[in-house]
């Protein structure tokens, strides 16, 4: 009976490591927005969410840019010399 029961445990144990391992990411955002909506009920507004979407779309688009150049190896500096150089161009498209 305690070796079933022992089984069982290592089983949901196993079950709940695959899915930290598989979607984390996915599990820490749905907890750092629980957290946000339970601190701020206001926070869930439509207008609220397409005002953080608004303010994060450009530095979005220029990450998945350079996430594309950097896939593609187009990258012509090397990274311990130019990302002091990178980190302002991107400022800058920002408006900083």
Not at 19 to 34: A, E, K, P
Not at 54 to 75: D, E, H, K, Q
């Amino acid at each position: 009976m305690i070796a079933v029961e022992s089984r069982a445990e290592n089983r949901a144990l196993e079950l709940l490591k695959g899915i930290w391992r598989n979607y984390s990411v996915l599990v820490v955002f749905v907890g750092i927005i629980g957290i946000c909506a339970i601190a701020a009920p206001r926070f869930l507004r439509m207008d609220n969410l397409l005002n953080i979407l608004r303010n994060t779309s450009t530095v979005g688009a220029i990450a998945l840019g350079m996430t594309f150049v950097i896939i593609a190896g187009a990258s012509t500096c090397p990274a311990d010399r130019c990302s002091p150089l990178r980190a302002r161009s991107s400022s800058s498209c920002n408006g900083w």
